[in-house]
């Protein structure tokens, strides 16, 4: 393990004062060998552009490439042939000359960055894009098993590392090897014992620069894992404050945040300082080509082997020699860090989600809603079914209550019917239709989900309830609200509807979130509907006014509903006891009540916790 790894493993990512709290978890440093294959899947999104930008932009490196060569020689014809002899005239000529060759390598090196850019965002824009559309496209499963700042962080952070490498990486490191080149046959041809002992110096100025940038990588990344952990730390600090303060572990927080902005500002100054090393050492390494250069040069021209102007050309041309050889140590380590990048984002791509439709699928007609489980077994992970034997017909328009303890399968049934996850044995049959052989977007498109934690967007209120079909109208918005009783609260917004709720929607009560989804559902209106019902206290009012809307909201629907409040219970035509992933008991309120198994038990328990709490 690289020192490095070694440091960052040492670093606070857990407090052992806090138990296992705070506990974040680091990519691993990128030291892999460089992987050819990457490169060229990598390279496949210029494709589209080669066409139109790629030869703009060759042409401008050569242009650019070229110019720059070209001035140096222009100042030896200037000493030897005009500034020596005195000839003014001419000395003028080469000046205007020289002004031209600036003048086009400035224009070719506008266009060219122009370009590069161009190209650079446009390949950022598609890689980003089809990460995102894939990502959207996967299964629970492998969301399951990664937490959402991994994904997060090769949308934004991977995507974006890659952008130096393609908006001047690429292009960078032709033009360097076209300058180097240039400028080794140049100097071989003009003068070979002068121009070989000069180049002996560029293998010790590319050792020591790979070597150095090396260090300064692992430096930038160690730095860059330690601020993704601040990240971590903030976020979870934010999204957990209110019970941070409910249970005053303020002081807590502040201190580990404090030692990990420590470590932060450490890591920092120990980037830095590896990166300013960088140029002095590359100054030196420079001055030993100078020292060759001014010792053997002064021997030649005193025995008339080259002349002054040949000198000061050789000067000018080792002073170009450092940018391309830095660069091209730099170029490696960008390289790598971009092919590491590249990994983790084609490994997301390249992911198959776990719920696939079948070759050929068809639309699922329009749904009557009458719903058949067949056998169904599942298991998250193997050996651990979450649901056994489960067998359920159920009726169009009919509302079926699940009930049982926590873990028991209710959700997991709720998962099945909307393909989040398949079954491992058994099926479903959405009117007497695999819901395995439907296309799921006609199927999902078909079933209403109003989740426990209601998903409110930052946007308007409009805009949330609009959620549940794009396609609506101001009035239908209105309407659907008005009937779940959402629009009295609504309107005693200060912007009604058109009030903007941010991300999660924490300035509506819990009660007012569940009224916007019953609304969202209601505009989407599904023959089949899910509900999670909420296991949240709020206010009789609102409790009433709840009641009113699952009213209107399952009329007419087949329903499936995670149910907690007795009253929903005991309306529905069916309840499914599960316990363990397996159906217990089924029937109406009465029937179960009769029997004295386990509803009996849990509605007697209900009732006891009830008359305790009063
Ligand atoms: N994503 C998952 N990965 C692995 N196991 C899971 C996952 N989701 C649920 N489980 C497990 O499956 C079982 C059934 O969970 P499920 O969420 O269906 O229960 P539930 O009856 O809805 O519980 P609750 O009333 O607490 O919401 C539990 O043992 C749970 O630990």
């Known amino acids: ?39 060229k899947r990598l390279f496949s999104y210029m494709k589209p552009y080669r066409k139109q930008l790629l030869p703009i932009i060759i042409i401008m490196m050569l242009v650019g490439a070229i110019t720059k060569l070209t001035v140096p020689l222009l100042i030896r014809v200037a000493i030897d042939d005009a500034i020596i002899p005195k000839k003014t005239n001419l000395l003028v000529l080469i000046v205007g000359i020289m002004l031209s060759v600036y003048i086009v390598q400035w224009l070719a090196n506008t266009f060219r960055i122009k370009y590069t850019n161009m190209i650079g965002q446009r390949v950022i824009y598609d890689l980003r894009h089809d990460l995102f559309s894939h990502i959207q496209k996967l299964s629970f499963r492998f969301f399951d098993t990664r937490p959402a700042g991994s994904v997060l962080v090769r949308v934004t952070n991977y995507v974006n590392s890659l952008q130096d490498l393609f908006t001047n990486g690429v292009v960078n490191l032709l033009i360097d090897v076209v300058q180097l080149v240039g400028i080794i046959v140049i100097l071989l041809t003009f003068n070979f014992k002068l121009g070989a002992s000069i180049i002996v110096t560029v293998p010790i100025m590319f050792i020591v620069s790979t070597k150095l940038r090396t260090k300064i990588r692992r430096a930038w990344q160690d730095l860059t894992m330690k601020q993704s952990r601040l990240n971590a730390h903030l976020n979870e600090c934010i999204q957990g404050i209110r019970v941070t303060q409910g249970y005053t572990q303020e002081k807590e927080n502040i201190s580990f945040f404090t030692k990990m902005n420590m470590t932060n500002r450490l890591s920092w100054n120990r980037a830095s300082l590896l990166n300013q090393s960088f140029g002095p050492l590359i100054e030196i390494t420079g001055a030993i080509g100078y020292c060759i250069l001014f010792w053997l040069g002064a021997h030649l021209i005193q025995t008339e082997e080259i002349s002054v102007g040949l000198l000061v050309a050789f000067a000018t041309y080792i002073g170009y020699f450092w940018e391309p050889i830095t660069r091209l140590g730099q170029m490696y380590s960008q390289l790598l860090i971009a092919m590491a990048s590249a990994e983790r984002i084609f490994e997301f791509i390249d992911e198959k989600p776990t719920v696939a439709e079948i070759e050929g699928a068809k639309d699922l007609p329009q749904v009557q809603g009458n719903v058949k489980f067949k056998d169904l077994v599942f298991e998250y992970e193997p050996g651990r079914p979450a649901l056994n034997g489960i067998n359920l017909d159920v009726t169009a328009g009919q509302s079926i209550a699940l009930v049982g303890h926590t873990g028991s399968g209710k959700s997991t049934i709720m998962n099945l019917l909307c393909r989040f996850y398949d079954p491992n044995q058994g099926h479903i049959e959405i009117d007497g239709q695999n819901i395995k052989e439907v296309s799921i977007q006609s199927l999902r498109s078909q079933i209403g989900v109003v989740l426990q934690d209601t998903f409110i967007f930052s946007g308007t209120i409009r805009d949330n309830i609009r959620f549940g079909r794009l396609d609506a109208t101001d009035e239908e918005i209105e309407e659907v609200a008005k009937a779940v009783h959402a629009h009295d609260f609504i309107s005693q917004l200060p912007l009604g509807y058109e009030t903007e709720v941010q991300e999660r929607g924490n300035v509506l009560s819990m009660g007012q979130r569940q009224l916007i989804s019953f609304a969202r559902a209601l505009l989407a209106n599904p023959r089949v509907l899910i509900l999670d019902e909420a296991t949240a206290s709020i206010d009789t009012d609102t409790e009433l006014k709840i009641q009113e809307a699952l009213k209107i909201l399952l009329a007419g629907r087949t329903s499936f509903i995670v149910a907690h409040r007795l009253s929903t219970i005991r309306n529905a035509d069916k309840i499914v006891v599960l316990d363990h992933g397996r159906m217990m008991e089924i029937g109406n309120h009465d029937e179960l009540m009769r029997e004295q198994k386990i509803y009996y038990g849990l509605i007697q328990a209900q009732y006891k916790f009830l008359q305790d709490a009063v």
């Open 1 to 39: 393990m690289s020192s490095q790894a070694k440091q960052a493993e040492s670093a606070p990512n857990s407090d052992s004062q806090q138990g296992q709290r705070f506990v974040y978890q680091d990519d691993e440093l990128i030291e892999k060998p460089f992987d050819w294959g990457q490169l």
